[in-house]
C-alpha cells in the first residue's frame, strides 16, 4: 500500500507532499489545479502506459531541469520507487537502485481509468490493444519482449516490401511468426480469462489478425500451457500465410495482417428500467449508450485488478479519474463497493456526486481538496 506521495517540479505542482494515505483518496478542486496531475504522477511511476503528452519532457514544471515522484510503501516487498524525468528521459529507482519500466511495472501492478476511455470499444482498436498490452505486460513478463521486437521486425519487414527486397521476406517473416505467436495466444488467453474470472454479466470477444487463425489459438488456464500446446501450429499458419500475401503486401508496401490489426470488444447484458438484465447480449462497441460503455470499461478494468491481485499476490491500484460522470445512482455505488477492495485513488470536480457523498461516508476515505501547497 502507498503511504506517502511527494511531487518535485512536476507540471503545475513545484512542490507536492500526501502523507498517511488511507486505502481511498479523493483528489478534488476547480479545473487546473492540479488534481489528475497527481494521478498521472502515481501512474507513470508505476510504469502504467497512460500518457497525456507527447514528448516525457512536457510533465517537468516549465523553467526546471528536471522532475521527480516519490512514493513510499508499506507491507510490501520493497519500500520506496522515485520516477525521474530528466533531459527528455525517464528513469526508474526502486530502494535507491536504478531498474527498468518492466520491473516498476511487476512491483506497482494497477488499472487506470481516465474520461477518454469512455470510448474504448467504440473508437479506433489501437487503445483497445494497448489495454491488452499494458495488463499482459504486468502479469507476463515474456510479453514485453515479445511485444517489442515484434514491432522492430515488423517495421524491417514493411522496409523491405517498400525496398522490394524480396529475398529479406522469408527471414522477417520467420521472426515475425516467432513473436506474433506469443502475442496471439496471450491475446486470447487474456481475454478468456478475463471474461471467466469475475460475473461481467458478458462476454469478451477476440478478433485476432488473421481471422481464419482463431480454432488454432486454443484456450488454456495459463498463458504457458497455450504457448507449450499450440505455439508450433501458430507460427507455422503465420509463416505460410505471411509467405502467401507478399505480392499484395508489395504493393502496398506494409504488412496486411498480424497482431498490429487485432481487434476485441465486449458484449454485455444490462439492467433495463426495471432493473433486470435484458435477455440479449449488447455489443457495446456498435450498439451501447455512453453510460454502457462507461460501466463496460469499469467491469473489464475489475475483471483485470482480480487477475492482477492473483498473479502478484498484493492488491494493485485503481486509479479513478472522474469517474462518476455519466453513471447513474446505482452504477456509482457499484464503483463506490469495488473501490473498497483495492487502494484507490479518484479526481472528481463534484464532491456532490452521490458516489463521493458514499466514499467519505467510510472511515478509510481521505479527501485532499487542491490547491493544497503545490507552489
Not at 515484434?150 to 517495421?155: E, H, N, T
Not at 463496460?296 to 486509479?319: C, D, F, M, R, T
Request: glycine share 6%; net charge neutral.
Amino acid at each position: 500500500m502507498i503511504t506517502s506521495l511527494s511531487l518535485e517540479q512536476y507540471r503545475n505542482m513545484t512542490s507536492f507532499e500526501l502523507s498517511n494515505i488511507s486505502p481511498i483518496t479523493i483528489f478534488t478542486g476547480p479545473n487546473g489545479v492540479g488534481k489528475t496531475n497527481s494521478l498521472e504522477a502515481i501512474a507513470l511511476a508505476g510504469g502504467s502506459q497512460w500518457r497525456r503528452y507527447r514528448k516525457i519532457s512536457e510533465v517537468v514544471q516549465w523553467g526546471q531541469s528536471y522532475a521527480g515522484v516519490e512514493l513510499h510503501f508499506s507491507n510490501r516487498s520493497i519500500n520506496e520507487i522515485r520516477f525521474v524525468v530528466k533531459s527528455n528521459k525517464a528513469h526508474y529507482l526502486v530502494d535507491k537502485q536504478t531498474v527498468r519500466a518492466q520491473r516498476v511495472q511487476h512491483e506497482l501492478a494497477m488499472m487506470v481509468f481516465t474520461p477518454s476511455m469512455v470510448m474504448l470499444f467504440s473508437g479506433e482498436p489501437e487503445p483497445r490493444r494497448q489495454f491488452l498490452d499494458s495488463l499482459l505486460q504486468s502479469l507476463y513478463p515474456e510479453y514485453a519482449e515479445a511485444l517489442s521486437q515484434y514491432k522492430k521486425v515488423l517495421k524491417m519487414r514493411n522496409a523491405a516490401l517498400k525496398q522490394k527486397a524480396l529475398s529479406q521476406l522469408p527471414l522477417w517473416e520467420d521472426q515475425l511468426a516467432t513473436h506474433a505467436t506469443v502475442i496471439l495466444l496471450s491475446r486470447q488467453w487474456l481475454l478468456r480469462t478475463l471474461t471467466d474470472i469475475v460475473d461481467l454479466n458478458g462476454t469478451c470477444y477476440y478478433t485476432p489478425s488473421p481471422q481464419k487463425i482463431a480454432p488454432l489459438l486454443e484456450y488454456r488456464p495459463q498463458v504457458r500451457e497455450m504457448l507449450h500446446n499450440s505455439a508450433g501450429k501458430v507460427r507455422e499458419y503465420l509463416r505460410d500465410k505471411w509467405a502467401t500475401l507478399r505480392d499484395k503486401e508489395l504493393i502496398v508496401g506494409f504488412s496486411l495482417m498480424g497482431p498490429q490489426r487485432d481487434d476485441w470488444g465486449f458484449r454485455g447484458f444490462f439492467s433495463n428500467s426495471s432493473s433486470q438484465l435484458s435477455e440479449n447480449e449488447i455489443d457495446v462497441g456498435m450498439f451501447g449508450s455512453r453510460g454502457q460503455e462507461r460501466l463496460s470499461v469499469i467491469k473489464v478494468q475489475l475483471a483485470g485488478l482480480s487477475l492482477l491481485e492473483e498473479y502478484h499476490n498484493y492488491g494493485p491500484l485503481w486509479l479513478l479519474d472522474d469517474v462518476f460522470a455519466e453513471l447513474d445512482s446505482t452504477h456509482q455505488q457499484y464503483v463506490v463497493d469495488a473501490c473498497q477492495k483495492y487502494q484507490t485513488f479518484i479526481t472528481s470536480t463534484n464532491k456532490e456526486y452521490p458516489g463521493i457523498r458514499n466514499l467519505l461516508s467510510l472511515d478509510i476515505t481521505n479527501l485532499v481538496e487542491l490547491p493544497m501547497n503545490t507552489a
